[in-house]
């Protein structure tokens, strides 16, 4: 009996299915070490206890991309070892905090199949979601990949396409308990811009960049217990680059819009996503974000802005996303869509 | 007085030498999040504190191999300064588990002494015995290098050769005080393979590879604290490459051993081990396993497996070690026999 | 109104003006494990809680170095944004141990203005604090910097040029409450060079050397969560190449020094430090040190050594520091001239 795991085949799926991943992971300050170590994040929300309790937490929680990523990196064996590629998210939604020393489950539903025309492959749509130690759901994310079919000719499912909302709705924003901006103090935070002073369509270029290195996007892509290939072994593609994890370029562009959105100190969901194109080590990554929409919380005092973040290689025109016929720029590494938590004027 | 060490020679060596070796270190949650970052690993005993609870033990404890490396590191400026080469390992008995937090120590005693025939070197036997801060042994092995002399005329010291075992008899191996796989959760560890799925002779391939960095084996070898300078100096050696320090390479294989070996959870002994070849910066590791041997142990439900743990430089036929005339081939670059624990079906 | 900002001017310094700088940074184990693998630091009291305890401390201090570099980092934004050079630091003083868990903040006074000849820009000086979260300064320092104007018309202002010591007197020397080095042990601290062992003018080679690579010292230089594009941006300079944070070298060098300076174990105060020669990853670097000067603290046991730490690129003469028309050798990096407390020999 082969005692290594090949990954599941499109065929493999049905609708229903349930995948409880593997190894659990305690999350601890050494994991938000690292993750000040690999990427420029600067909110404060999650560099400060101090700040974090003053904020009405216990302590400073982990970065929600960090909780999404261990959460994110467990399925990986499951859904996507077999993977062409990761087609999108939706539906992502942070549901509660994540604190040093919690240990991190995760766990996927098969949602959706859809057999791809040429037969070779299909799509699957899971939905998956991480509980801490407590069973408590943190976090919750629908996601499709296109996955190969080991046989061909194995027959098609019946296509069953989940419905997934364009976005989260402002009322379906978790505002973890206790958060309260009634003590915010905006110059420790590194910026007066609240709530109030982004309004729909505007633009912010995050101006910085940063060059990637091989032995950097490795360390985070493990740290995440990402197993997948390609990222890892140059012996993995023709052209002998690591291919560099799409949540490593989510992450560094989250860090880059600190210079702009430094009050935006929460991811509340993720609406949308897209790796427009592939990233390698050598590229400067670059940020620019649009305020898509603004809307209140059940929580006086605590705004949540819509935001597009667009990770670029090398520094490129903000607000230039497609070309003239809708396609992304080939510069174009990321557009990320997600709904943050930002105090208000009050 | 010269205030810099410039190490021991051959002539240093007396039989029944005792060192206590400088810097101790207390290890951290830092130091898991940075094996982490550093190795693929995902034994689930050493990944969550859930998980090492269920198996009975207070916490998740350090990997094994970085207990091994920490006390270890601290040899290296009494052993192996001047060493020419690493010659082997034996007897190695991993004692108590290290968890973060514990500070620990490291002493060896000179056991062995043997000039070589041209008379410019000599082997140095030692046995090392790392020691928490509870002065409780968590470690002990035997190791031979080649060291190189002061002065090619000082006088051979009387050969003295320890008589080291072939291997840890499975009657010596520790199980760890409390651990139980009573509650064991193999979907949560990965793999429903367990002690009895294994059999002596069988080969695992276990597929997949990593392109090492030198950011990466010299931030893992710093952290150590392992001083050698030909994993860090770009002038040390006449080709300019820095020399990976071979338990970086077992820490690699160790942890791509999980897909095939995922419950084998714990490395109870260190029979022997050689670094067939040096490896360097750009060198993907793979990794293969074969079952050496199957024993029970003195605790019920905890088995143990002997392995042969080899990793190649890039992927390689499983199974071949030797060329025809009983040499390493040279894409062998260890060659790690061990016992580790693992549940059985009970 | 743009919400990024483009960091201050020369013109927007004012004498008296006070910065409170942003994120508060809560300092933990993570930190001290990223410190070891960055650096190779051996210094007993910062790696072993058990050492730092038998010397009086509660618990192992993180690094000084370490502390400065989260201190220092948090000023980049509003002191040296737009800085051409970093000038020098003066009358730094450690006041406090800062321990995992501490949250630290910063912030800075302008003590000094002159515009420079040409009108382009100006000298600023500034004295930095930082705090812990009770509010106690636990180190601070005066920097001067040579930053652009917005506006090359814009008036000068008064010349005001602060008088600062050419070094820290002993007498100013902190040494931290409960220090005491009674039960110290030197064989554990990797050396029995004490206090009474280095003579002003001894010239000390520390042998080893490190070669630097862009990953490592980007993470390190992210951990202190110093924004300067400089560093991280392979298109801010013409060559491409990314400048390493001087700290960066201060800390490769103090670590190196280990080697001949084992019982060196903390730094009390900075007198004075040149960041000679830019250092780039390929670089391999090497240090020697030279005692200026010995004197007595207020605690019996705790001497103090006053050192110049050189960092050169490449192994060069130790004690070689300038050419014959007194500029630095184009191989000097650093020139770091620091009081470090070591224990006397009772």
Known sequence: MAKTSPGHFFEDYRIGQVFRHATPRTVTT??????????????ALTSSDEFARACGLPQSPLEDLAAFHVVFGKTVPDISLNAIANLGYAEGRFLRPVYPGDTLVSESEVIGLKQ???GK???VWVRTTGRNQRGEAVLSYARWVMVRKRDPEAPAPEAVLPELAVAVAPEALVVPEGLDFERYDPALAGSG???EDYAPGEIIDH?????VEDAEHMMATRLWQNTARVHFDSGARPDGRRLIYGGHVISLARALSFNGLANAQLIAAINA???ANPCFAGDTVHAWSEVLDRALTDRPGVGALRLRLVATRGPQTPGELRDEVGKYRDTVLLDFDFWALIPMRG
Do not use: C, K
């Not at 938000?32 to 600067?42: G, K, Q």
């Not at 101006?207 to 060059?211: L, N, R, Y």
């Open 273 to 275: 996503g897209a790796h």
């Open 193 to 195: 811009h609240l709530w």
């Open 121 to 123: 492959s299909g799509i």
């Open 30 to 43: 050494g994991d938000r070490a690292l993750y000040h170590a690999l990427y420029p994040s600067r909110f």
């Open 116 to 118: 791809t025309s040429n």
């Open 207 to 211: 101006v910085d960049g940063v060059t």
